[in-house]
């Protein structure tokens, strides 16, 4: 009589306790998962580089002065 009171009534329900314990650790590590895998990428700070168009380009070589030429007309 006393096994029965000790063991066999609260095993099952250790059982079902344990078994609901871990049924939700998987459910919130699986939404847990989910939600670091589903994020966007962090972008750096800083604006960054200016997109390919914005970014001015000389027709030919011949335009770009050098960093020494000297203006063709003195200033008054």
């Given at each position: 009589?006393?096994?029965v009171c000790s063991?066999?009534?609260p095993c099952p329900l250790m059982l079902?306790?344990?078994w609901a314990t871990f049924r939700g650790l998987r459910r919130w590590e699986a939404a847990r998962r989910t939600k670091l895998h589903g994020r966007r990428p962090r972008r750096p700070s800083g604006p960054g580089?200016?997109?390919p168009e914005a970014v001015e380009t000389p027709e030919s070589p011949e335009a770009v002065p050098t960093p020494?030429?000297?203006p063709a007309e003195p200033a008054p």
């Open positions: 009589h006393s096994s063991f066999f009534l079902l306790l344990y580089p200016p997109p020494d030429a000297t």
